[in-house]
Every structure is written in C-alpha cells, then in structure tokens.
C-alpha cells in the first residue's frame, strides 16, 4: 500500500519564477492539504482540496495556488517566487473530508535564490 | 497569534525512562489533538489522536493526555528508546481531518 508520495524532492529556483510541485495521496484516500514548514517551526496550512475543489485556505497569498485531479492527486503552483518562500512543502492526505487523520508525504524542499 | 505552542525546544532523556511531551493551545474551537514525529528528511508521521470528548487515550509505549479545561495536552513515552530519537509536533483541528494548526515542534533525544 503506497503512502503520500511528492515530487520532486529539491528543487532550486531564482527569484521571481514559477514553480509546480506534485503530490499523489495514499491510496484510497481524497482529500489533500498542503502545508508549508519553514526552518525552525512547525508545519503551517496552505490549503486543502476535495472533489477537485479548494475547500479551506490558510493565510497564504494568491501566489499560491493548487489544483486537484480526477484521480485525487495535486499539485501546488507558487508563482513570483521570493526568498521567503524557500522551505518544505508537505502534502497531506485523508481518506474522507472532515473525518480522518491526515498522513503526510515526504515534502518538496524549495530554495529560492 | 500562535494557537498551538510547545514551550521546550528540546528535551533529554535516559533511555528505559518516561519522555513527557508538552502543549498547550488559546483556540476553543479546538476539538480534536494529534501528535506527530518527525525524522530528518522525512515528512510527519502519524504517533496518536484524541478527540475532545475523551481525556487519555492510549497506543502501547504511548499514551496523550487532554486536559481542557487548562487548554493542555501532553504526550508521554514509556518506555522511552533511543529511536524515539525526533521532533515531536503538537497539532490541533475544529474537526477531524480538518486543517491543522501545529505548534513549533520539540527535539526529544533519548540517550542509551
């Protein structure tokens, strides 16, 4: 049974570019959160999608913003990118809104330059 | 406005001892409470949840403790093993499944 799985692992961008990151949820699963974790601190809540929509948004910019599949992956699409946005991206998965635990991937480690 | 915090950064044990594990939250909202571990480069991974209907729930070595009225839960390891070498975040949601709101984490070290 394959978990959370993200891609890709590192990435390094220069200021003001575009980037898109991947998550595919544990299977079964259909729901998906992303979560930023900048060094030091813990993770904190970007937005969360069900049926292809976002349903709950943290205090993030329009910069960010994500997309969900048919087959209930998603990616997280940050644009303008600033030094401030290198961190970790985690994505999380649940098996129905509202009622399960969220099981986290690995996480995208961004760095802006 | 920081919701969820863990006041210790960091805590050392002996290994075989009890690592006790604290949080404390401001949102009354609040109903449901996990708490996750965290290796290096590797995303959180699920330890144990308690809903807040309930004051103790228990997982083997494991056991969280919910004190509402204090607005505090805390998280104790019996016995503890060097493996249980991580950071520890604290999280809380208004519903199950809901969006989390962590606190800053604690680097728990068990030394043989």
């Known amino acids: 049974d394959a978990g959370v799985t993200q891609s890709p692992t590192h990435l390094i961008k220069t200021r003001g570019q575009q980037v898109t990151l991947r998550c595919s949820p544990k299977?079964?699963?259909?729901?998906v959160s992303w979560y930023q974790q900048a060094l030091g601190q813990g993770p904190q809540f970007i937005f969360q999608?069900?049926?292809?929509?976002?349903?709950q948004r943290g205090n993030f910019p329009d910069r960010f913003s994500g997309h969900q599949f048919p087959n209930y992956s998603s990616e997280l699409n940050v644009n303008a990118l600033l030094l401030g946005d290198s961190a970790l991206y985690l994505c999380?998965?649940?098996?129905?809104?509202?009622?399960?635990?969220?099981?986290f991937g690995p996480g995208t480690r961004l760095t802006v330059l | 406005d920081q919701q969820v915090k863990q006041n210790s950064p960091s805590l050392s044990v002996q290994e075989g001892r009890i690592s006790i594990l604290n949080c404390d939250y401001t949102?009354?909202?609040?109903?449901?409470f996990l708490w996750y571990k965290k290796y290096p480069a590797e995303g959180p991974t699920f330890l144990i949840s308690?809903?807040?209907?309930?004051d103790k729930n228990e997982d083997g070595r494991f056991t969280v403790f919910l004190n509402k009225s204090a607005k505090h839960l805390s998280l104790h390891i019996v016995p503890s093993q060097p493996g249980d070498s991580a950071v520890y975040f604290c999280?809380?949601?208004?519903?199950?499944?809901?969006?989390?709101?962590f606190g800053e984490g604690t680097q728990l070290t068990v030394n043989p």
């Open positions: 999380a998965s649940s098996l129905a809104f509202g009622l399960d635990t969220q099981y």
């Open positions: 299977s079964g699963h259909d729901t």
């Open positions: 999608y069900y049926e292809e929509e976002e349903r």
């Open positions: 949102n009354s909202m609040f109903d449901y």
């Open positions: 308690i809903s807040s209907i309930k």
């Open positions: 999280a809380a949601s208004e519903t199950s499944g809901s969006r989390l709101t």
